[in-house]
């Protein structure tokens, strides 16, 4: 085993494949990972999982989202697991069920809050790595493709307008008949985005060599079979 112990971005050389695929909050990730780790039979990491975890467990516990040692410290011996539910995963912390809990808007804040923090970030590093196995990992996230697999095959940055992304989230909360207004939404995003954007350790940038794809008026089906479309194009050459 690689000694992490001074080290924390040590890692062997993997050759199993990684599809990176980052963007701002609303762009579709979530959704098109899925359906691509499917398609393709591979992992999937939701690396926001995580970081949701830890912003949740802080405000369960009071501990301030800018305390620093105090995050590093729960971030580094989070107690999350992936359970399979159904046809999908369940996200147990501390031994039980938090899913609803962990996609709340205040949660998605919570975590972009502790996600500027660079122990934090530090701490959950290895963790994310360590779902590279075979026979390949589509992980999404903000800087899956520039921090955590550098050395991904293939690499997404996928985005949309801040006025669609706020529509589907609204649509996405309707649904779920939670009561929210698009313009409030809106301006969620646009903080989200000068956040996660505007941070100065791993700000969510599109890597190099990542296909940018703007889905903006584009289906889900579409845009799950540009991301297809660029994995097999270039896995043959
Ligand atoms: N191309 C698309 N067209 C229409 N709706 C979409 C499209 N892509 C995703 N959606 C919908 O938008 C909502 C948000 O998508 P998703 O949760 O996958 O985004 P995300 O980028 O993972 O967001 P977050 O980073 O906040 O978790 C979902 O309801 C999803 O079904
Ligand atoms: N690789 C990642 C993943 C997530 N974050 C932070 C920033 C996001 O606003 C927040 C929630 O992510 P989501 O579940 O909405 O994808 O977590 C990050 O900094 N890096």
Request: hydrophobic letters at 45%; aromatic letters at 2%.
């Amino acid at each position: 085993m690689p000694d992490r112990s001074t080290d924390s971005t040590a890692r062997t050389p993997s050759t199993v494949p990684v599809l990176a695929i980052d963007g701002p909050s609303g762009s579709g990730k979530g959704t098109v990972a899925k359906r691509v780790a499917e398609a393709l039979g591979w992992h999937l990491l939701d690396s926001g999982a995580l970081y949701r975890a830890v912003g949740l467990l802080a405000l369960d516990r009071g501990i301030p989202l800018d305390d620093a040692d105090a995050l590093a410290a729960l971030a580094l011996r989070l107690p999350i697991s992936f359970q399979p539910a159904g046809e999908g995963v369940s996200v147990h912390l501390e031994g039980r069920p938090r899913d609803a809990d962990l996609r709340t808007e205040d949660t998605g804040a919570a975590a972009s809050a502790v996600a500027a923090v660079p122990a934090v970030r530090d701490a959950l590093l290895a963790r994310q790595r360590d779902f590279r196995q075979a026979p390949g990992l589509v992980a999404d996230g903000r800087d899956m493709g520039t921090v955590v697999f550098p050395d991904a095959p293939y690499k997404v940055y996928l985005t949309a307008s801040a006025e669609e992304r706020a529509q589907r989230r609204h649509k996405q909360l309707m649904e779920k008949g939670v009561a929210t207004t698009l313009a409030a939404l809106l301006e969620e995003i646009q903080a989200r985005d000068a956040r996660d954007m505007g941070r100065s350790v791993a700000p969510l940038k599109a890597a190099d060599d990542a296909l940018r794809i703007d889905s903006t008026g584009m289906s889900i089906g579409q845009v799950v079979k540009a991301v297809l479309d660029h994995v097999v194009l270039h896995g043959s050459q």
